[in-house]
């Protein structure tokens, strides 16, 4: 008897977590607020890798990231190769902000997104960015990081 209530409870469980797994998840608006969120959770989490002490962490976060286009990645690759870079890539500054960037606007056609956003490196200088991305499969991913005019 106990054998079979064990066996019961176990098909039970299975069918249950067969039904959850299969369950569709919500997907967020691919709106101007999420492609905003988007740009500035990716550029907070590249912040992070790069105050990291360790060696071309960096590199290893852009290569690893699901927030990012593959496209994005091979030219990160490819700046990050170029014996005479300057400055970072992402950022287009030798230095990290001393504050998040922070979306100020942001405009969405179709399945791409364009959100500018600023982050200050001392009190007096402004530093902005322009944030491409495209959708896809529901999540704004990074395709380009340029300087805003």
Same mark, same amino acid.
């Given at each position: 008897?106990?054998?079979?209530?064990?066996?019961?409870?176990?098909?039970?469980?299975?069918?249950?977590?067969?039904?959850?797994?299969?369950?569709?998840?919500?997907?967020?608006?691919?709106?101007?607020?999420?492609?905003?969120? =988007?740009?500035?959770?990716?550029?907070?989490?590249?912040?992070?890798?790069?105050?990291?002490?360790?060696?071309?962490?960096? +590199?290893?976060?852009?290569?690893?990231?699901?927030?990012?286009?593959?496209?994005?990645?091979?030219?990160?690759?490819? =700046?990050?190769?170029?014996?005479?870079?300057?400055?970072?890539?992402?950022?287009?500054?030798?230095? +990290?902000?001393?504050?998040?960037?922070?979306?100020?606007?942001?405009?969405?056609?179709?399945?791409?997104?364009?959100? +500018?956003?600023?982050?200050?490196?001392?009190?007096?200088?402004?530093?902005?960015?322009?944030?491409?991305?495209?959708?896809?499969?529901?999540?704004?991913?990074?395709?380009?990081?340029?300087?805003?005019?």
């Amino acid at each position: 008897m106990k054998s079979i209530l064990s066996l019961s409870l176990i098909v039970c469980s299975l069918f249950v977590g067969t039904i959850t797994a299969n369950a569709v998840m919500p997907v967020p608006p691919l709106d101007e607020k999420s492609a905003s969120a =988007a740009a500035e959770t990716f550029l907070a989490d590249y912040l992070k890798s790069l105050a990291d002490k360790a060696p071309d962490k960096n +590199v290893k976060f852009v290569a690893k990231t699901t927030l990012a286009t593959p496209e994005f990645k091979a030219a990160f690759k490819k =700046a990050m190769a170029n014996k005479e870079l300057e400055s970072d890539p992402v950022i287009f500054a030798q230095d +990290v902000p001393i504050t998040p960037f922070k979306a100020e606007s942001s405009k969405v056609k179709g399945d791409s997104a364009t959100v +500018v956003v600023a982050a200050k490196y001392n009190p007096k200088e402004t530093s902005k960015l322009k944030v491409t991305l495209v959708a896809k499969d529901g999540h704004w991913l990074v395709s380009k990081v340029a300087k805003a005019k």
